[in-house]
């Protein structure tokens, strides 16, 4: 397996002005500057790389998917961008959904990804039981979060460290978000979306796509796995929100399916100058070692700081 097997949906905006509601004003609007650090670094050498953008761009690899850059589009743009990569683009096995200020170890990744998930044929355990590790399942890898501020029952992947999706799980979500009804074939409104449809509910009513994907796991019975070694935010005022959030899930629920890494995957919240400029080879982080403990026992966690790297103890 290499980075050709996997498709990226990374969202962007190709506009740098704010726009649409003032009431979420203070919430950044990416900029364009952060898709072309992708593009400089860890994505440069990526076949299959997609950012979800809002205007026309001669650049196949920037999709307008929206035609607004607030940040109410960004459930749109994912949305929209999941389609997109299963009806318009070349198949691949994997999916990686992220934003355009989450760095990447393609490396790491590629590397996880084989080790657990291909040419494997094994089972763990989760919450809803047992969950067969093949092609043949549906399987969603990321750091799973319980923050939803209305449904704190809802396990869903954090967008901004990462989500990777084998292709039956994306083709799942996908078919979640066509259903044109208000409710399902017996007659029981869709999961988080009280009366509306799918899609209408997560880009009009709800505007997260993190959130919405979880909303289509738990309409198809998908278990998401938890591997803590996709980062979320780095900022050190986030930091202890972040930890505790992934503390915290694991004592709500502690059979969650956890499937750690040996090395980080992936870290979200990082400036466009910051992904240039700093030194990702040193910050690839020691070899954790693998093991069924890992999940609740993360000792180390980091914080960027331009080329100088503070490390946070947990």
Known sequence: MNESNITFGLLTSGRIEQSGDKHIATMAVRSADNAGAVLKTWG??????????????????????????????????????????????????????????????????????????????????????????????????????????????LLYHSGGAGIALNRKALELIVEFFSYETEKDKDGNPYPGCGEYPPFYAHTKQNYFGDVAIGYAYKFFGIEPINCDH??????????????????????DFPKLATIPASRIISFHSISADDMINADWDLYAGP????????????????????????????
Not at 233 to 249: H, K, M, N, P, Y
Not at 291 to 314: D, L, S
Request: include cysteine; proline fraction near 2%; aromatic fraction near 12%.
């Open 44 to 153: 440069k050498d990526l076949s299959n790389i997609y950012f979800a953008t809002d205007v026309e761009s001669e650049d196949k690899r920037f999709v307008k998917m929206s035609e607004s850059n607030d940040y109410r589009s960004t459930g749109e743009k994912q949305l929209n961008l999941c389609k997109y990569m299963i009806e318009k683009c070349e198949p691949t096995d994997w999916y990686v959904l992220a934003d355009d200020d989450t760095y990447i170890y393609i490396d790491n990744l590629v590397k996880y990804l084989e080790y657990w998930f291909e040419n494997v044929n094994t089972t763990i355990s989760g919450t809803l039981g047992k969950i067969e590790l093949n092609s043949n399942e549906p399987i969603a890898v990321g750091r799973v979060l319980n923050c939803c501020a209305w449904d704190k029952k």
């Open 230 to 251: 996709f980062q979320g935010r780095t900022d050190a005022s986030l930091w202890g929100c972040q930890l505790s959030s992934s503390i915290q899930v694991k004592k």
């Open 287 to 314: 070899k954790f070692g693998v093991g069924p403990t890992y999940g609740q026992n993360v000792t180390q966690h980091f914080e960027p700081k331009g080329a100088a790297w503070t490390r946070i103890k947990q």
